[in-house]
């Protein structure tokens, strides 16, 4: 291992925690995208950089504290917290928190910063809850350099650093000024550092291989843009990049990573992070014309809004490789969807994702019970729809108020009882606890929404389509995964009473 780098990235985690039993075999074990990237700017600028990825090691806090401090002489260790999607960088402070305490116990004058969605949106609390000397509550590869240059020149003072909040004694400071957001992406920041990752370690999501299901490594996720144009109100996607800052690198920089991917990694299984990749024309159709004429085997999936999508895209999207679109279709209700930033109806659903299909591509379709104003009745409309599209595969959600989102805030101004620590924010989690509304308490979000799953994945119409597309193969997967039950204390707890 290498010895005395200037920047340590450590990426938290543990799948036992956060995935129950489902943890060992069925969800993606995804590349730390954002570990990654930052990694790259640093060494851009002269820095030298390692990464160690806790949960694709399978290390524990422990271990990785370990190695933190024995194996590596870094001058700031930095703990990355985000996750395989946004709501995951709160789930994921747990194991930071645990990580960050054994550092500081083997090492006290060890420099620990954190940063991504989690502590972005909660730099103050983060501050007083982790044992780390830094938060940096917007982007973070700028705010990170100049923390690395003011070690370098034995600065006392890490004050004038934007958006680093510190420690002053007993006070926590706030910075003074905002990290400037990084514009030239394609050439401060082209692609991660994948040289410093155990690549051999990742894997896809079981869905995103139902067409070669024993085949679901290597395995890569990169981004083509950052930030997200929409607000939606459920959503802490927006936290660490501030307003206005949706960027996108080029789509020559983004096909030249995808070159280097499958050149010299094999890699054929790939994610884009985006948090809606279907968006912008001239950004779309670049990337796949480019795809295209390489005519890679590439299995590419990648978010879209039902109001994204267009009819050029599709046939582009499939001949450039991308099998999957994921879409947020969240409820059946309009009224539910209009406070979610969603103003469709569901014909417009249901046509859209019949044109998607048409075009060859599969469907992940997002549900979410427990928004604000749902009901019981509303929820199970919004089943209704979801066994009606009957798409290739579903993720079902409760309602969660992650830090970072306005729903948080107003669960926070309302006093609605939280989850009892970060973890526990996990959807699969054993302590996890839905945000409750005027219509429903969190346990009756929590039974409906893991009724709505066992009922969805043993529902013979999509045993039929999946033995249809996919083969037996893949129908023995599925219900070795529904057979799998996630244990919940929140439900426990309610039988019991």
């Known amino acids: 291992m290498a010895e005395g780098v200037d920047v340590l990235f450590i990426n938290p985690g543990d799948r036992k925690q956060i995935y129950q039993d489902l943890g060992d075999e069925f969800p993606a074990i995804e590349p730390p995208v ?28 422990g ?10 002489a870094p001058k700031l260790i930095v703990i990355v917290c985000y996750g395989l999607q946004p709501s995951a960088s709160t789930q994921n402070m747990t194991a930071a928190g645990d990580i960050a305490r054994l550092i500081r116990a083997a090492n006290p004058d060890a420099k620990i910063m954190m940063t991504g969605t989690h502590p972005s949106a909660l730099p103050e609390l983060t501050m007083r809850e982790e044992a780390v000397d830094f938060v940096c509550d917007l982007e973070g590869p700028v705010t990170i350099l100049k923390v690395v240059q003011a070690i370098d020149a034995e600065a006392n003072d890490f ?13 926590i400071v706030p910075p003074s000024s905002a990290e400037p957001l990084l514009t030239d992406l394609d050439n401060e920041m082209p692609g ?9 370690k990742y894997r896809a999501h079981n869905w995103h291989s139902f067409d070669h299901i024993h085949d679901r490594s290597p395995y890569a996720a990169i981004h083509t843009s950052l930030g997200c144009p929409y607000k939606c109100h459920f959503c802490c996607i927006n936290s660490p990049f501030g307003k206005s800052s949706y960027r996108m690198w080029s789509p020559e920089v983004v096909v030249q990573e995808i070159d280097h991917l499958v050149e010299t990694y094999g890699v054929k299984n790939i994610k884009f992070v985006d948090e809606m990749f279907v968006l912008n024309k001239r950004h779309v159709l670049g990337i796949c014309d480019l795809l295209i004429e390489r005519d890679y085997e590439v299995n590419i999936w990648a978010y879209a809004r039902v109001d994204s999508v267009q009819d050029e895209f599709l046939d582009k999207l499939k001949a450039a490789g991308v099998n999957w679109l994921c879409l947020g279709i969240e ?8 406070g979610a930033d969603k103003i469709y109806g569901n014909d417009e659903i249901k046509d859209v994702v019949r044109r998607i299909q048409d075009a060859g591509i599969y469907i992940i379709g997002n549900y979410i019970f427990g928004l604000p104003d749902d009901s019981i009745e509303r929820m199970q409309q919004t089943f209704d729809l979801a066994l009606e599209l009957n798409c290739e595969f579903a993720n079902f959600y409760s309602a969660m108020a992650y830090p970072g989102s306005p729903l948080y805030l107003d669960a926070i101004r309302d006093g609605t009882p939280l989850p009892d620590s970060w973890k526990d924010f996990s959807q699969h989690g054993y302590n996890t606890k839905p945000l409750a509304n005027q219509h429903c308490s969190a346990a009756e979000i ?10 969805y994945f043993a529902h013979q119409p999509y045993l039929d389509l999946l033995k249809d597309k996919f083969g037996q193969d893949v129908v023995d997967h599925i219900e070795k995964m529904a057979a799998i039950p996630l244990k919940r204390k929140l439900l426990e707890d309610n039988d019991a009473a």
């Open 34 to 61: 954002f570990a990654g990237l930052f990694a790259t700017y640093v060494r851009r600028k002269g820095c030298s950089a390692a990464i160690y990825d806790a949960p694709a090691l399978g290390a524990s806090a």
């Open 63 to 72: 271990e990785a504290a370990r190695v933190a401090t024995e194996d590596y």
């Open 159 to 171: 004050s004038g650093i934007p958006s680093l909040w510190t420690r002053d004694a007993d006070q």
């Open 192 to 200: 991660i550092a994948w040289d410093l990752l155990p690549m051999e």
């Open 331 to 338: 409820s059946a209700s309009d009224h539910v969807r209009d």
């Open 446 to 455: 929590l039974q409906f929404r893991d009724n709505a799953f066992d009922t």
